[in-house]
Protein backbone atom coordinates (compact mmCIF):
# COMPACT_ATOMS: atom_id res chain seq x y z
CA UNK A 1 0.00 0.00 0.00
CA UNK A 2 1.76 3.02 -0.83
CA UNK A 3 1.45 5.50 1.33
CA UNK A 4 2.14 9.53 1.02
CA UNK A 5 5.34 10.58 2.91
CA UNK A 6 3.94 14.43 4.35
CA UNK A 7 6.75 16.64 5.48
CA UNK A 8 5.86 17.96 8.89
CA UNK A 9 6.03 21.51 9.31
CA UNK A 10 9.51 22.64 10.65
CA UNK A 11 9.63 24.22 14.20
CA UNK A 12 10.04 27.54 14.97
CA UNK A 13 13.27 26.76 16.10
CA UNK A 14 14.43 25.72 13.47
CA UNK A 15 13.50 28.22 11.47
CA UNK A 16 15.53 30.86 12.89
CA UNK A 17 18.59 28.80 12.32
CA UNK A 18 18.01 27.87 8.63
CA UNK A 19 18.93 29.87 5.50
CA UNK A 20 17.09 31.75 3.78
CA UNK A 21 15.90 31.40 0.07
CA UNK A 22 17.48 32.90 -2.45
CA UNK A 23 13.92 35.09 -3.30
CA UNK A 24 13.83 36.12 0.38
CA UNK A 25 17.49 37.60 0.04
CA UNK A 26 16.71 39.46 -2.55
CA UNK A 27 13.61 40.98 -1.00
CA UNK A 28 15.37 41.71 1.77
CA UNK A 29 18.31 43.09 0.32
CA UNK A 30 15.74 45.48 -1.75
CA UNK A 31 14.06 46.64 1.04
CA UNK A 32 17.21 47.52 3.02
CA UNK A 33 18.59 49.97 0.26
CA UNK A 34 15.38 51.48 -0.63
CA UNK A 35 15.05 52.09 3.31
CA UNK A 36 18.67 53.68 3.30
CA UNK A 37 18.04 55.93 0.15
CA UNK A 38 14.82 56.97 1.97
CA UNK A 39 16.62 57.80 4.75
CA UNK A 40 19.57 59.95 2.86
CA UNK A 41 16.71 61.23 1.32
CA UNK A 42 15.20 62.39 4.97
CA UNK A 43 18.24 63.59 5.81
CA UNK A 44 19.53 66.02 2.79
CA UNK A 45 17.03 68.98 1.72
CA UNK A 46 14.25 68.26 -0.87
CA UNK A 47 15.16 68.37 -4.71
CA UNK A 48 13.16 71.45 -4.83
CA UNK A 49 15.01 73.40 -2.18
CA UNK A 50 18.07 72.41 -3.70
CA UNK A 51 17.71 73.58 -7.00
CA UNK A 52 16.37 76.71 -6.04
CA UNK A 53 18.88 77.40 -3.66
CA UNK A 54 21.20 81.01 -5.03
CA UNK A 55 24.74 80.07 -5.90
CA UNK A 56 25.77 83.37 -3.60
CA UNK A 57 24.69 80.94 -0.77
CA UNK A 58 27.90 78.50 -2.08
CA UNK A 59 30.99 79.43 -0.25
CA UNK A 60 33.25 82.09 -2.72
CA UNK A 61 36.68 81.25 -4.04
CA UNK A 62 38.62 84.10 -3.62
CA UNK A 63 41.85 84.32 -5.77
CA UNK A 64 44.84 84.34 -2.99
CA UNK A 65 42.92 81.10 -2.07
CA UNK A 66 43.56 79.72 -5.32
CA UNK A 67 47.04 77.86 -6.10
CA UNK A 68 49.92 80.18 -7.44
CA UNK A 69 50.08 78.71 -10.87
CA UNK A 70 45.90 79.01 -10.98
CA UNK A 71 46.33 82.59 -10.38
CA UNK A 72 46.35 84.96 -13.32
CA UNK A 73 48.11 88.36 -13.81
CA UNK A 74 46.01 91.38 -15.49
CA UNK A 75 47.85 92.31 -18.50
CA UNK A 76 49.03 95.89 -18.72
CA UNK A 77 47.53 98.06 -20.86
CA UNK A 78 48.89 99.53 -23.96
CA UNK A 79 49.93 103.53 -25.07
CA UNK A 80 46.71 104.76 -25.56
CA UNK A 81 45.94 108.31 -27.40
CA UNK A 82 45.09 111.61 -25.23
CA UNK A 83 44.69 115.25 -25.71
CA UNK A 84 47.58 117.23 -24.32
CA UNK A 85 47.56 118.92 -21.29
CA UNK A 86 46.48 123.12 -20.56
CA UNK A 87 50.07 124.05 -19.57
CA UNK A 88 51.56 122.12 -22.63
CA UNK A 89 49.09 123.35 -24.61
CA UNK A 90 49.60 126.97 -23.92
CA UNK A 91 53.60 126.28 -24.61
CA UNK A 92 52.81 125.35 -28.34
CA UNK A 93 50.91 128.59 -28.93
CA UNK A 94 52.32 131.78 -30.71
CA UNK A 95 51.52 135.53 -29.16
CA UNK A 96 49.13 135.69 -32.38
CA UNK A 97 47.41 132.51 -31.60
CA UNK A 98 46.87 132.74 -27.60
CA UNK A 99 45.68 136.71 -27.74
CA UNK A 100 42.95 135.13 -30.51
CA UNK A 101 42.11 132.11 -27.65
CA UNK A 102 42.01 134.62 -25.04
CA UNK A 103 40.07 137.11 -26.89
CA UNK A 104 37.30 134.85 -27.85
CA UNK A 105 37.16 133.49 -23.88
CA UNK A 106 36.59 137.31 -22.83
CA UNK A 107 34.36 137.68 -25.82
CA UNK A 108 32.22 134.61 -24.41
CA UNK A 109 32.26 135.31 -21.15
CA UNK A 110 32.65 139.23 -19.76
CA UNK A 111 33.64 138.55 -16.51
CA UNK A 112 36.54 136.48 -17.52
CA UNK A 113 37.60 139.61 -19.83
CA UNK A 114 36.75 142.27 -16.43
CA UNK A 115 39.65 139.76 -14.63
CA UNK A 116 41.94 140.11 -17.38
CA UNK A 117 41.93 143.81 -17.12
CA UNK A 118 42.47 144.02 -13.49
CA UNK A 119 44.95 140.64 -13.62
CA UNK A 120 47.35 142.20 -16.48
CA UNK A 121 49.95 144.42 -16.31
CA UNK A 122 49.58 148.19 -17.10
CA UNK A 123 50.75 149.26 -20.37
CA UNK A 124 54.12 151.35 -20.76
CA UNK A 125 54.97 153.51 -22.91
CA UNK A 126 57.17 151.55 -24.94
CA UNK A 127 55.02 148.78 -24.85
CA UNK A 128 52.76 150.89 -26.75
CA UNK A 129 54.89 152.35 -29.14
CA UNK A 130 55.99 148.95 -30.15
CA UNK A 131 52.45 147.95 -31.47
CA UNK A 132 52.08 151.08 -32.92
CA UNK A 133 55.03 150.79 -34.75
CA UNK A 134 54.06 147.46 -36.13
CA UNK A 135 50.86 148.42 -37.55
CA UNK A 136 52.63 151.73 -39.05
CA UNK A 137 55.10 148.78 -40.76
CA UNK A 138 52.22 147.10 -41.76
CA UNK A 139 51.14 149.94 -43.54
CA UNK A 140 54.66 151.00 -45.43
CA UNK A 141 54.50 147.10 -46.73
CA UNK A 142 50.95 147.54 -48.20
CA UNK A 143 52.16 149.88 -50.67
CA UNK A 144 52.18 148.96 -53.98
CA UNK A 145 55.40 148.33 -56.12
CA UNK A 146 55.84 151.63 -58.62
CA UNK A 147 53.95 154.41 -59.31
CA UNK A 148 52.25 156.99 -56.54
CA UNK A 149 52.06 156.66 -53.43
CA UNK A 150 50.10 159.24 -52.69
CA UNK A 151 47.34 158.45 -55.54
CA UNK A 152 44.02 156.83 -55.53
CA UNK A 153 45.00 153.35 -56.05
CA UNK A 154 47.87 153.70 -53.41
CA UNK A 155 45.37 154.43 -50.76
CA UNK A 156 42.76 151.99 -51.85
CA UNK A 157 45.88 149.28 -51.34
CA UNK A 158 47.05 150.35 -47.61
CA UNK A 159 43.00 151.66 -46.62
CA UNK A 160 42.82 148.43 -44.47
CA UNK A 161 46.12 148.76 -43.01
CA UNK A 162 45.57 152.63 -42.60
CA UNK A 163 42.74 152.36 -40.74
CA UNK A 164 43.67 149.57 -38.31
CA UNK A 165 46.99 152.39 -37.45
CA UNK A 166 44.63 155.43 -36.74
CA UNK A 167 41.91 152.98 -34.38
CA UNK A 168 45.14 152.01 -32.27
CA UNK A 169 46.27 155.71 -32.03
CA UNK A 170 43.06 156.62 -31.46
CA UNK A 171 42.58 153.60 -28.36
CA UNK A 172 46.35 154.02 -27.14
CA UNK A 173 45.97 157.94 -26.79
CA UNK A 174 43.18 157.74 -24.30
CA UNK A 175 45.12 155.63 -21.97
CA UNK A 176 48.34 158.14 -21.29
CA UNK A 177 45.85 161.48 -20.98
CA UNK A 178 44.85 162.42 -17.25
CA UNK A 179 43.83 161.38 -14.72
CA UNK A 180 43.50 157.68 -15.86
CA UNK A 181 47.60 159.12 -16.52
CA UNK A 182 48.90 160.71 -13.28
CA UNK A 183 52.27 161.43 -14.85
CA UNK A 184 52.62 164.13 -17.03
CA UNK A 185 55.98 163.11 -18.38
CA UNK A 186 54.59 159.60 -19.56
CA UNK A 187 52.62 161.65 -21.45
CA UNK A 188 54.49 164.33 -23.00
CA UNK A 189 56.63 161.34 -24.41
CA UNK A 190 53.86 159.11 -25.76
CA UNK A 191 51.95 162.09 -27.33
CA UNK A 192 55.96 163.07 -28.89
CA UNK A 193 56.20 159.67 -30.71
CA UNK A 194 52.40 159.66 -31.41
CA UNK A 195 52.61 162.94 -33.19
CA UNK A 196 55.78 161.72 -35.33
CA UNK A 197 53.50 158.83 -36.72
CA UNK A 198 50.95 161.21 -37.82
CA UNK A 199 53.47 163.27 -39.69
CA UNK A 200 54.77 160.40 -41.39
CA UNK A 201 51.08 159.39 -43.02
CA UNK A 202 50.80 160.16 -46.45
CA UNK A 203 49.75 163.35 -48.00
CA UNK A 204 46.75 161.66 -50.29
CA UNK A 205 46.02 163.23 -54.01
CA UNK A 206 42.27 163.63 -52.90
CA UNK A 207 40.61 165.99 -50.25
CA UNK A 208 38.42 163.03 -49.11
CA UNK A 209 41.78 160.75 -48.35
CA UNK A 210 43.30 162.87 -46.61
CA UNK A 211 40.91 163.79 -43.66
CA UNK A 212 41.93 160.63 -42.10
CA UNK A 213 45.31 162.57 -41.29
CA UNK A 214 43.58 166.15 -40.76
CA UNK A 215 40.89 164.61 -37.82
CA UNK A 216 44.37 162.92 -36.38
CA UNK A 217 46.07 165.93 -36.16
CA UNK A 218 42.54 167.72 -34.76
CA UNK A 219 42.56 164.52 -32.02
CA UNK A 220 46.51 164.69 -30.94
CA UNK A 221 46.16 168.39 -30.79
CA UNK A 222 43.50 168.10 -28.40
CA UNK A 223 45.54 165.84 -26.53
CA UNK A 224 47.94 168.15 -25.86
CA UNK A 225 46.48 170.94 -24.64
CA UNK A 226 45.24 168.66 -21.85
CA UNK A 227 48.02 167.27 -20.80
CA UNK A 228 49.66 170.51 -20.62
CA UNK A 229 46.69 171.93 -18.63
CA UNK A 230 46.95 169.53 -15.89
CA UNK A 231 50.87 169.79 -15.76
CA UNK A 232 50.21 173.54 -15.42
CA UNK A 233 48.39 172.72 -12.31
CA UNK A 234 50.89 170.83 -10.49
CA UNK A 235 54.16 173.09 -8.96
CA UNK A 236 53.71 175.53 -11.31
CA UNK A 237 53.82 173.51 -14.17
CA UNK A 238 57.96 172.79 -13.46
CA UNK A 239 58.17 169.19 -15.45
CA UNK A 240 57.13 171.80 -18.56
CA UNK A 241 60.01 173.45 -18.18
CA UNK A 242 62.69 171.10 -18.45
CA UNK A 243 62.65 168.58 -21.68
CA UNK A 244 62.44 171.28 -24.09
CA UNK A 245 58.73 170.60 -24.72
CA UNK A 246 58.58 174.13 -25.96
CA UNK A 247 61.15 173.52 -28.70
CA UNK A 248 59.32 170.10 -29.17
CA UNK A 249 56.15 171.47 -29.74
CA UNK A 250 57.00 174.21 -31.87
CA UNK A 251 58.94 171.98 -34.31
CA UNK A 252 55.41 170.12 -33.97
CA UNK A 253 53.56 172.70 -34.79
CA UNK A 254 55.49 173.51 -38.04
CA UNK A 255 55.29 170.02 -39.22
CA UNK A 256 51.64 170.35 -38.55
CA UNK A 257 51.46 173.59 -40.62
CA UNK A 258 50.07 175.32 -37.76
CA UNK A 259 47.52 171.86 -36.90
CA UNK A 260 49.01 172.16 -33.10
CA UNK A 261 48.43 175.95 -31.86
CA UNK A 262 46.54 175.54 -29.32
CA UNK A 263 48.66 173.22 -27.87
CA UNK A 264 51.36 176.22 -28.44
CA UNK A 265 49.14 178.61 -27.04
CA UNK A 266 48.36 176.63 -23.71
CA UNK A 267 52.15 176.07 -23.24
CA UNK A 268 52.30 179.72 -23.47
CA UNK A 269 49.71 180.46 -21.16
CA UNK A 270 51.14 178.51 -18.61
CA UNK A 271 54.82 179.10 -18.59
CA UNK A 272 54.08 183.04 -19.05
CA UNK A 273 55.64 183.27 -22.16
CA UNK A 274 55.11 186.50 -23.83
CA UNK A 275 53.37 186.70 -27.62
CA UNK A 276 55.89 185.28 -29.96
CA UNK A 277 58.89 184.88 -27.30
CA UNK A 278 60.75 181.84 -27.26
CA UNK A 279 61.59 180.20 -24.00
CA UNK A 280 64.79 179.28 -24.96
CA UNK A 281 66.62 181.98 -22.94
CA UNK A 282 65.87 180.97 -19.62
CA UNK A 283 67.22 177.52 -19.19
CA UNK A 284 70.20 178.76 -20.98
CA UNK A 285 70.89 181.46 -18.47
CA UNK A 286 70.14 179.99 -15.57
CA UNK A 287 72.62 176.90 -16.88
CA UNK A 288 75.24 179.70 -17.43
CA UNK A 289 74.92 181.02 -13.81
CA UNK A 290 75.32 177.53 -12.88
CA UNK A 291 78.36 177.07 -14.33
CA UNK A 292 79.74 179.69 -13.13
CA UNK A 293 79.35 179.69 -9.75
CA UNK A 294 80.42 176.19 -9.97
CA UNK A 295 83.60 177.38 -11.42
CA UNK A 296 84.44 180.07 -8.64
CA UNK A 297 83.56 177.33 -6.50
CA UNK A 298 86.24 174.73 -7.96
CA UNK A 299 88.68 178.17 -7.99
CA UNK A 300 88.17 179.73 -4.52
CA UNK A 301 87.19 183.02 -5.77
CA UNK A 302 83.42 182.54 -4.68
CA UNK A 303 81.98 185.05 -2.47
CA UNK A 304 84.46 187.83 -3.25
CA UNK A 305 82.50 190.30 -4.76
CA UNK A 306 79.84 190.03 -2.65
CA UNK A 307 79.36 192.78 -0.03
CA UNK A 308 80.57 192.09 4.10
CA UNK A 309 78.09 193.03 6.56
CA UNK A 310 78.95 194.41 9.56
CA UNK A 311 76.74 194.05 13.21
CA UNK A 312 74.00 192.67 14.10
CA UNK A 313 72.48 190.05 12.13
Known sequence: MNSVLVTPPPFPHQLHNARLSPSRSMSFAANTSSSRKRKAEDDGPPNEDRMSASPSNSPRVTPSSLPAHRQMKRPRS???????????????????????????????????????????????????????????????ASFPFGGSSTSDYAYNR?????????????????????????????????????????????????????????????????????????????????????????????KHNQQASGKLQEAVNELSTVLGWAAGQPHTQQPENRGDAVHSIRQELLNGTYGFNLPVRVGPW
Open 78 to 140: GPAGRPLALPRLLETLDVDSLRGVLRTICEHHPSIGLEVVNAAPRPTVPSALSVLEKYESTLR
Open 158 to 250: VRQALTALLDALSDFTPHFLPPNETQSTQSLVFLDSATNIIHRLPNWDSFQNSLHKQNAYEEIAKAWTLVIHEAGKRAGGIQLQYGGWDQKLA
